[in-house]
Structures are given as C-alpha cells and as structure tokens.
C-alpha cells in the first residue's frame, strides 16, 4: 500500500475530501509555473546541450578527471590547517587564473590543526592479535603504555544507559543502516562513553562495506565530560570482537595513541564569474578543498571541488555570461566541523539575501541524477523544470525538501536560514565503500563520470543564474 492510498482511507473518516486527490509534483508545479516561464527554461535547450557536449566530447573532455589526478597526486590529502591544505589552495588560485578568471578571493580564518601520530590496537585476550584502527577527529592520546582494559560491546546508545561500562572499553558495533542513522556511534560514542566512566571508545567503521579498512571521521567531546581517546575499527575486527564477546569470553585490549592539536589559519576561496545583468546576485556552485589525512581525499571531496572548480572555467571558455553572478567556493575544514562555512555564512551575513542558489556536491562525483532542492515550493519546481533539460544525460530527478532544510554539509549552514539550494544526487551507491579510508584515491573515480557530473553541474548553475526570475524564497 502506498502512502497515498493509506491518506485517503485514513482522512476520509476524518476530513473526508482534502486527501483524496493528493496531487503530483508535476500538478502541483504546473499550477505554479507560468506558461511563460516553462517556456523560457525550455528554450535553455541549446545552451545546455552545446555546454555538455563540449564537456563531453569537445575540449574539456577528461579535463576534470585529469586535473583532479594531478592536484590529489601532487598535494596527497589536505587536512584542515596543514600546509599541504594551504598550498593546495594556492594551486587552485593559480589554475583558475591561467583561465582568465582573476575575481578570486581567500578569506582567513582560524580552523583546528589535528595531527594524527602512531596509533596500535593490540587485542591482548583471549589471544594476541593488531587490530586496524584510525583515531577519529581530534581524539586525545593515550598515556604512552596505552590503555589497557577489558571490553563492553554496545550495540546502541540504549543499551549503554543499561551497563556497566566504569573503567571499560566501549565498543560499539551498530550495523550500518544509513550513514545519518549511523553516524552518531562516531560522533558522539566517546562523549556518551565517557559519561559512563569508560576509559576508551572504539567505533565500529560506519560503512556497509570493508575490506579491514577503518574508516575515520569527526566526534565531537562535550565540555564538561573527560575527552577519552576514540578511534574507529574495522568492520571484520568488531564483528570478531563482538562474537567473542557474545561468547562470554573476556576480551581485553591496549589501546595506544598519539595525536595533537592546535589552531592554523586558512582561508576559503572565492572564484566569481561576474554576472553580465545582476552582478550582485549569486549562483554558488561549492565542494570543500580539506580532506582527511588518509587517502588523498579524491572522492571526498576532490570531485566536488573540481565540478565546482569546472563551472566558472567551461561558461569562461565558452563565453557564456549568465547575467547572475556564477561564483564557486572551495570550503575549508569541512572534515572538522564545517568551520569554513560558518565563517562564510557569518561574514557575509548582511549580503546573503543576494545568494539567488546554492550548490554543493561532497556526497561522490559519480554519474549525476540530479538535484535534492530545499526552498519553497516555487522554487522547486522551478528547479524541476530546470531539471527536464538533462534528460539526455538521465539527471533529471528532483527530490524535494522543505525549505530550511539541509542539503548538503557546508550549504545546510546556509540554507538552514531559509537560502534555497541543491545538493548534487549521483550513482554514489558505493560512495561509503571508501568514505573517509586509505582508499579514497584516483581509482574510485571515472573520466567520464566526472565529464558529466561537470556538464550537469556547470549547465544547471548558468540556466538558475541566467533565468528572468530569481529563485522564490
Ligand atoms: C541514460 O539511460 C539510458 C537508458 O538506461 C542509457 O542507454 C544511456 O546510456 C544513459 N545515458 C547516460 C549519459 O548515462
Ligand atoms: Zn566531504
């Protein structure tokens, strides 16, 4: 039974006639959307055809995939406050500039400076074995023996309340369901854990997939509880943990790292392709330039950035001027608490109501689908509409949400004050196969999945910058 049919017999005992005829996206929009303007964004046929074709098979055709492989080769992963982050943005200035665009501006702020040092799991009963670990954001360290102490597997936040865990370490082992349903045993297990007097954390990888590869991430300490040092482990070594466990066999483990932290400063990157009618307006197409220090940070979020990257480049090559403002940003230290988008969202607090559409694309640079829109309902389906374009390219989904909502990590800071904006959707069914590991390189990524994901993206962005009408919030 759909949701829709559930509607009608349940409100017809209520209010009988209001849910019978739930109405379609495409009903609903057509009422909304004027004759005119369907046509007028119909008549972005060509452009968006000349733009994907050129991305796709003329003169920028692997340029994406090229260029990511030489920054992620070149400067590895960027860590927030690194020098590697740093020089990294340089290069981006640089390239941008050998493209005739020098509207370009960095803006400083401080963001923490994490640095991972030797970290070792010795699982020391019932038998001598290493366990893969990495240390997630800005865990402490252990004293230099390590932590030695016997395991309590935890299966949920629940059951932890139920416990005794003083003097343990807790290891959580929640099955991957969603990474957002998932994602607080990270974020959140060594504060709880420690709440409880456990001496040590350990994560059970959030990922559906493992080839004994931890995965890493941030976490966040609460002020008035102990920072106890957290890591993630590997699916394989905390499914045997807690088998063992489950057993009734005493599992105990040394646990040993190092790690410190201060403050560096960074900067966000500004790179404006200025608007031909309404300079002051702004169509933002964004990924973050920071990574974790593991893999070299191509998947998440290299793609995004050089999409991002893509957009002002392709319109400037092909002279195409939309009359809004196409500016892309490179966000920092996204990876450490999004510390470069409150920034932004701060400084320009007095001027955001002239950001017309916000993009962002940090979930994977696989083939696109299409967008997940936040704004009103106008503004959807005006997005919609948009999106029928792209059928050729099979990206033309639209997946609603509300306004205010988030739809992206950085741009929920901003669209959570009611900005309309997009996240990019694409075959990204994997993406948490390599999320945050040793194993986010160059070789999760495709030529010509990136040809289109920079055809959609760079497309998309000109028609909302060039439309008569802004987006409606
Ligand atoms: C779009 O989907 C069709 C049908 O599945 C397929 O033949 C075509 O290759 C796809 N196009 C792209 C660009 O992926
Ligand atoms: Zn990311």
């Given at each position: ?115 991972r040092g030797e970290e070792k799991i010795t699982m020391l009963e019932p038998r001598t074995k290493d366990i893969a670990l990495l240390g ?6 252990t004293?230099?023996e390590g932590i030695t102490a016997?395991v ?17 370490i807790?290891v ?28 040590a954390?350990l994560?059970r990888s959030?990922?559906?997939?493992s080839i004994n590869s931890p ?14 040092p957290?890591a993630a482990i590997s699916l394989e070594d905390a499914d045997m943990i807690?088998?063992l ?6 599992v105990v483990l040394n646990v040993k790292m190092t ?178 590991t040793e ?35």
């Amino acid at each position: 039974m759909n949701l829709l049919q559930y509607c009608s017999i349940f409100v017809l005992i209520v209010v009988s006639a209001n849910c019978k005829n739930v109405p379609s996206v495409e009903e609903v929009c057509s009422k909304l959307l004027s004759k005119d303007l369907k046509k007028e964004i119909s008549s972005y046929k060509d452009v968006t055809n000349e733009i994907i074709k050129y991305v796709r098979e003329g003169e920028f055709k692997g340029v994406t995939y090229d260029e990511l492989a030489k920054f992620v080769d070149t400067f590895g992963p960027r860590p927030s406050g690194s020098q590697e982050l740093e020089d990294s943005i340089d290069y981006m200035i640089e390239i941008t500039k050998k493209e005739g665009i020098h509207d370009i501006v960095t803006e400083e702020l401080e963001v923490p400076h994490w640095v991972r040092g030797e970290e070792k799991i010795t699982m020391l009963e019932p038998r001598t074995k290493d366990i893969a670990l990495l240390g997630l954001g800005k865990s402490v360290s252990t004293p230099t023996e390590g932590i030695t102490a016997e395991v309590v597997v935890i299966e949920d936040f629940t059951e932890l309340e139920t416990k005794s865990v003083e003097g343990k370490i807790v290891v959580y082992v929640p099955v991957f369901t969603t990474y957002s349903d998932t994602v607080p045993y990270r974020s959140q297990g060594a504060a709880r854990a420690a709440e409880r007097g456990a001496v040590a954390s350990l994560v059970r990888s959030i990922t559906p997939f493992s080839i004994n590869s931890p995965h890493t991430g941030s976490q966040y300490y609460e002020d008035d509880v102990t920072k106890i040092p957290t890591a993630a482990i590997s699916l394989e070594d905390a499914d045997m943990i807690k088998r063992l466990y489950e057993r009734g066999e005493k599992v105990v483990l040394n646990v040993k790292m190092t790690s410190t932290l201060d403050t560096k400063i960074s900067r966000n990157t500004l790179v404006d392709l200025k608007g031909s009618g309404n300079p002051e307006k702004l169509v933002i197409v964004s990924g973050h330039i920071d990574s974790w220090d593991v893999g070299q940070g191509a998947m998440d979020d290299g793609g995004g950035l050089f999409i991002s990257w893509a957009a002002p480049v392709v319109l400037k090559r092909l002279n195409l001027i939309p009359k809004r403002t196409i500016r892309a940003i490179f966000w920092t230290t996204e990876e450490l608490g999004l510390v470069g988008a409150y920034d932004y969202e701060e400084r320009h607090r007095a001027e955001n109501g002239n950001i017309n559409f916000i993009m962002e694309s940090d979930e994977g640079t696989f083939s696109p689908t299409g967008l997940e829109v936040s704004g009103n309902q106008m503004a959807r389906c005006i997005v919609g509409e948009v999106l029928k374009l792209f059928k050729s390219i099979n990206a033309s989904t639209l997946v609603e949400k509300g306004e205010y909502a988030s739809v992206g990590s950085d741009i929920g800071v901003l669209t959570k004050t009611g900005i309309p904006g997009a996240g990019l959707l694409n075959e990204n069914e994997k993406y948490f196969w390599f999320h945050h590991t040793e194993g986010d390189t160059m070789n999760v990524e495709s030529p010509e999945e990136l040809d289109l994901g920079t055809a959609f993206w760079t497309a998309a962005a000109y028609v909302i910058a060039d439309l008569s009408i802004d987006i409606p919030r």
